[in-house]
């Protein structure tokens, strides 16, 4: 709402909205000029309770932003220098404010992209002030005209309105980013602060391809990871050349495994909050998949792809722009909306893609428009994982792998032969705007989510148990009522016991992160969580991720250290949660 109102001693009182909820991209709404951030479940629970949220007085760093962005760059490229410049000016811990005259040219969904990521680059929250951008967009989005002018004369009385006019707050510390200056980007393989020019993809994956690789494989030589790009004819190890080519289609439709390599993209997902929810890159998406196919092209075999779109909005105006049959032309079917490949639901590769990756021991990538590429996060037999727009995500799909120059190698061949480059199918800003304007209307808006809380026949169907308390499931495999409180007294201890022999079980490197702790992905069969399940009943396609689990302490303390990817120094040579049994070694 931007401005709530409240009764306090029988008065009306508007006060400044503020929100916390448990999702870590909570900042998201940041972008509408709303504090918010993301919190743990414990104090997200004592807040629904009433208790207070204490905090100490963060620093607040001002970030100055001038110009505007170029042809060709997008908001999901200016979000992942924003997470780079940040990352490295130390922001954790801080609040993030951007101001500036290159506010007025940033809409309010590439504010919210920018917003989103704070956790990717430390801060507690990244805000943007209040001004007209907001008010066009609670317009827009179906708020009605007196909360529109509450918000807009209660901004302007507290000073909270920012303007041309505006004077520059003062803040503990300062930054500033041309928009002009923003490239076209990827990030990985991963850290989602590693930005990477789209031009350099290739030189950047052959330079971190040797610590890419399975424990104990011998280290590629000089032309490990290299394409082929020798013109209609050629066919290389990754299978480009003219479709037409009879040895490009007996590769293709036989045997699509042994064109595999590393570098091969494997996953290619239009997913997560970050970008699914704004409207510029999700249509570039669409636009570009409509050339790409009215060019001949289509998405190399071995590419899984899905698209999971952040609002159920997209649906409507992908169908209102024409833009759905080419999109699943390509691939690119709707699979759900929300979180899916970004927290690990991906689902299983094909069975002959994933073998063939094991055996061969190759380091395969994903390319995916979210917001955390943690190693082992998005798929157990994915080593390399890049964030992207969404449009990009269509061209590597297109592509098939991840070490190419796209900026200077085509994509493929049209059914002529013909090279087709991404410049060829790339939609200008106009093109953009223009179907931006003609496909998205407000009513939109309100009709997906006027009746949000009314829910649809399965869940109106669920039955709800009564009474004022929750009553635990014995048989439940998702929540299960935890015994670490059992017994406790009420009152404080008189004493805490030493602990004594206690031995080390890991020792871990550099950007250890809660992902390598406690994984939020798929649960693998043969592990710890996975064989507790089958004991318990649960079949195998019904696992589901060590997220969706995080209310039963069985599988989480199972899960802990459970990454597929984790390298403990303690058990050297080795991935996975493993260690050396101490003290006996």
Known sequence: TVVATVDRGGERWAVPDVMIGTDSHTPMVNGLGVLGWGVGGIEAEAAMLGQPVSMLIPEVIGFRLVGRLPEGATATDLVLTVTELLRRKGVVGKFVEFYGPGLASLALADRATIGNMSPEYGATCAIFPVDEVTLHYLRFTGRSEERVALVEAYMKEQGLFHSPRSPEPVFTDTLTLDLSTVEPSIAGPRRPQDRIKLSEARRSFREALPSLLPAGSASPGKEAAKGSSEGP????????????????????????????????????????????????????????????????????????????????????????????????????????????????????????????????????????????????????????????????????????????????????????????????????????????????????????????????????????????????????????????????????????????????IAVLGDSVTTDHISPAGSIKKDSPAGRHLIGQGVALPDFNSYGSRRGNHEVMVRGTFANTRIRNRLAPNTEGGVTTYLPTG
């Open 233 to 504: 004819a050629a066919l290389g190890v990754w299978g480009e050349g003219s479709p037409a080519s009879p040895s490009a289609r007996a590769v293709m439709l036989e045997d699509t495994a042994t064109v595999l390599d590393h570098g091969s993209v494997v996953i290619a997902a239009i997913t997560s909050c970050t970008n699914t929810s704004n409207p510029s890159v999700m249509l570039a998406a669409g636009l570009l998949a409509r050339k790409a196919v009215e060019r001949g092209l289509e998405r190399k075999p071995w590419v899984k792809t899905s698209l999971a779109p952040g609002s159920k909005v997209v649906m409507d105006y992908y169908d209102r722009a024409g833009l759905t049959p080419y999109l699943q032309r390509l691939g690119f079917d709707l699979v759900g909306y929300g979180c899916t490949t970004c927290i690990g639901n991906s689902g299983p590769l094909p069975m002959e893609i994933s073998d063939a990756i094991q055996r061969r021991r190759l380091v395969a990538c994903s390319v995916l428009s979210g917001n955390r590429n943690f190693e082992g996060r998005i798929n157990s037999d994915v080593r390399a994982n890049y964030l992207m727009s969404p449009p990009l995500v269509v061209a590597f799909a297109l592509a098939g792998r991840i070490d190419i120059d796209l900026l200077q190698e085509p994509l493929g061949h049209d059914p002529n032969g013909v090279p087709v480059f991404l410049r060829d199918i790339w939609p200008s800003s106009a093109e953009v705007e223009e179907t931006l304007q003609a496909s998205i209307q407000s009513d939109m808006y309100r009709k997906s989510y006027g009746a949000v809380f009314a829910g649809d026949e399965r869940w109106n169907a669920l039955e709800v148990p009564g009474g004022d308390r929750f009553e635990w499931s014995p048989r439940s495999t998702y929540v299960r009522r935890p015994p670490y409180f059992e017994g406790m007294s009420k009152e404080n201890p008189t004493a805490v016991k030493e602990i004594r022999g206690a031995r080390v």
